[in-house]
Nanobody, 115 residues
Framework: QVRLVESGGGLVQAGGSLRLSCGASGSIFSINDMGWYRQVPGKQRELVATITSGGNTNYGAPVKGRFTISRDNAKNTVYLQMNSLKPDDTAVYYC?????????WGQGTQVTVSS
């Protein structure tokens, strides 16, 4: 079994920054992709950013240039540095990891950006 623990969400003013973390523990031999997605009520979950085991990154258009994804393979942890936050970034943020044959999601952490 694999467990994901997210942290770092909260309330911030527009223009501010937050850093999300997601650590994975359990029966893990190797992690392929790691990523962050977000969802607001009434809308589909959308891609924020992903990072491969080799460090290649991909970002959703709304966050390009403002957010940075990184990972620490030794700690099985993925991070999301969010800068220049906007009210439209308000959502529940979920981390997702891909293991060989399995996909796991975190429980979600709320990010609220006030104007």
């Amino acid at each position: 079994q694999v467990r994901l623990v997210e942290s770092g969400g909260g309330l911030v003013q527009a223009g501010g920054s937050l850093r999300l973390s997601c650590g994975a523990s359990g029966s893990i031999f190797s992690i392929n992709d790691m990523g962050w997605y977000r969802q607001v009520p009434g809308k589909q979950r959308e891609l924020v950013a992903t990072i491969t085991s080799g460090g290649n990154t991909n970002y959703g258009a709304p966050v390009k240039g403002r957010f940075t994804i990184s990972r620490d393979n030794a700690k099985n942890t993925v991070y999301l540095q969010m800068n220049s936050l906007k009210p439209d970034d308000t959502a529940v943020y979920y981390c997702r990891i891909v293991l060989p044959g399995f996909v796991y999601w975190g429980q979600g952490t709320q990010v609220t950006v006030s104007s």
